[in-house]
T-cell receptor
Framework: IAGITQAPTSQILAAGRRMTLRCTQDMRHNAMYWYRQDLGLGLRLIHY???????GKGEVPDGYSVSRANTDDFPLTLASAVPSQTSVYFC??????????????FGPGTRLLVL | AQKITQTQPGMFVQEKEAVTLDCTYD???????LFWYKQPSSGEMIFLIYQGSYDQQNATEGRYSLNFQKARKSANLVISASQLGDSAMYFCAMSPTNTGNQFYFGTGTSLTVIP
């Protein structure tokens, strides 16, 4: 593994189903992030984690949850998917120094369609 | 509130010419970082260039330069000698210090390089 990986690459999901998007980084970055990208809206932050064991809410957290059990993994869970969660989801990380204005590096994205 | 504005939904440039992509921002935080990312049609987010709010000189990275005008709160990306491979979406982002390392993205500019 080099950088950030996300799984699955794409998914079609029935509304009401539970789904976990996986994100793993091997750069030993302290901070990790989840964004959604929708046409015309750019990228919007869903949740973030500044270090293992801590998480925080971003701009659009409703309907999503995250956990950060270790440095490398930052899964995003949709407890009960709705069509408005159809989007492209990007995971990102920054570091290794915990601080501000660190460049964020992005995974390849997960394309999710909720029907 | 933090805000990033990209007013050019689409831009065209002739191959080998220079092009400027506009970005303005709004923040009350005196310390912040400014970033540009490229997103080609394949979908990945590629980091291009960073400018710190206290940097005295404009950042440059190869053919990319950032025209930073702090008083006007603008951080325009200049691409010199455009190439066909520069055709992509370009996103401006800001990270104010007081938000940790949270990024705020603009809505993007689609650049098309014409042969």
């Amino acid at each position: 593994i080099a950088g950030i990986t996300q799984a699955p690459t794409s998914q079609i999901l029935a509304a009401g189903r539970r789904m976990t998007l996986r994100c793993t980084q091997d750069m030993r970055h302290n901070a990790m992030y989840w964004y959604r990208q929708d046409l015309g809206l750019g990228l919007r932050l869903i949740h973030y984690s500044n270090t293992a064991g801590t998480t925080g809410k971003g701009e659009v957290p409703d309907g999503y949850s995250v956990s950060r059990a270790n440095t490398d993994d930052f899964p995003l869970t949709l407890a009960s998917a709705v069509p408005s969660q159809t989007s492209v989801y990007f995971c990102a990380s920054s570091g290794p120094v915990l601080g501000f204005q660190e460049t964020q590096y992005f995974g390849p994205g997960t394309r999710l369609l909720v029907l | 509130a933090q805000k990033i504005t990209q007013t050019q939904p689409g831009m065209f440039v002739q191959e080998k010419e220079a092009v400027t992509l506009d970005c303005t921002y709004d923040t009350s935080d005196p310390s912040y970082g400014l970033f540009w990312y490229k997103q080609p049609s394949s979908g990945e987010m590629i980091f291009l260039i960073y400018q710190g709010s206290y940097d005295q000189q404009n950042a440059t990275e190869g053919r990319y330069s950032l025209n930073f005008q702090k008083a006007r709160k603008s951080a325009n990306l200049v691409i010199s000698a455009s190439q066909l491979g520069d055709s992509a979406m370009y996103f401006c982002a800001m990270s104010p210090t007081n938000t940790g390392n949270q990024f705020y993205f603009g809505t993007g500019t689609s650049l098309t390089v014409i042969p």
